[in-house]
């Protein structure tokens, strides 16, 4: 990547940061895009001041200019937590669609390479399992979770209409559920929500009957996975996901363990649509990408729950003084 200048839309939200903190490890240049709408400048403050590193701060659905050359178009704004996304419906529908439009816009521009941040949402509540990329999905167009499933499966379809009647060279990854560092302790997620509720000694919050099950990557290595895309010639669409399944009360009882918890479990009422099931068939981007992850989910949740618990003390200060 050396040499390359990359732009991150998003860049300064959870997995947004960790890309642009990787390219600049890589010695590429970065402009992180972001209008701070579910991110923040603190996500990619360490990386100020480093050769060829800046933010831009600009909403996707307006006006885009990047000044001189650019090589490969990161798209990865969008509210992504169910949590955000139905505090922000309309702007959830308008970064998937004008967004994605104006990111289209700017690859073409710059003749750049695009890699499209889609999800495993576009396969709804599957009635495949596990999640193969030629399941076409079982969504609900007018549930609650629409504004973020149909936003995806529109910047999807608009990204193969670049690619194949405006010849952008583009490429589309279906991320599944990824943890890590930096994501928001109140985000409304699983794992930032379990991590801070043993941390603070609050009960564990389970929705249903936590027989859901989910499949979770760590963040470095779904930030492999997308870079592994962008470097190839693959147009995908690609899933990049963990394959170990648990259901959504292991991952409370294995954050319990971890952190030593002894806050009790609370079922509590199970959101509209939540999927049953969740799981990558990651075969295609072995194949292609040569990928697959290399952190178990035991080692990665040690090291998000080091960090939240960092974040966590540092806030207790911060409300102290
Ligand atoms: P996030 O909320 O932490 O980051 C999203 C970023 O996009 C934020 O910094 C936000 O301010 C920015 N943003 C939103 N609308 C914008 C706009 N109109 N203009 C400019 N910036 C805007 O979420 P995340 O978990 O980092 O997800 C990032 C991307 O990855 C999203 O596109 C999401 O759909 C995709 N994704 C994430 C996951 C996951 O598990 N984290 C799974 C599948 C797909």
Known sequence: MTGLHAVVTGGAGFLGSHLCERLVHLNASVTCMDNFLTGSPGNVEHLMGRPGFRVMECDLTGFVHVPGPVDLVLHFASSASPADYLRHPIETLKAGSLGTLH?????????????????????GDPLEHPQRESYWGNVNPVGPRS???????????????YRESRGVDTAIVRIFNTYGPRMRPHDGRAIPTFIRQALTGEPFTVAGDGTQTRSICYVDDTVSGVLALASSDFAGPVNIGNPVEMSVLELAETIRRLTRSCSPIRFVERPVDDPDVRRPDTSLAVRRLGWRPQIDPETGLLRTIAWFERELRGTDAAAVS
């Not at 941040?117 to 576009?122: K, L, N, P």
Request: no cysteine; proline share 0%; glycine share 2%.
């Open 103 to 123: 990111a289209l816009g700017l690859a073409r521009e710059k003749d750049a390479r695009f890699v499209l941040a889609s999800t495993s949402e576009v396969y």
């Open 147 to 161: 504004v973020y499933d149909e936003a995806k499966r529109f910047a999807e379809s608009l990204t193969t209409a």
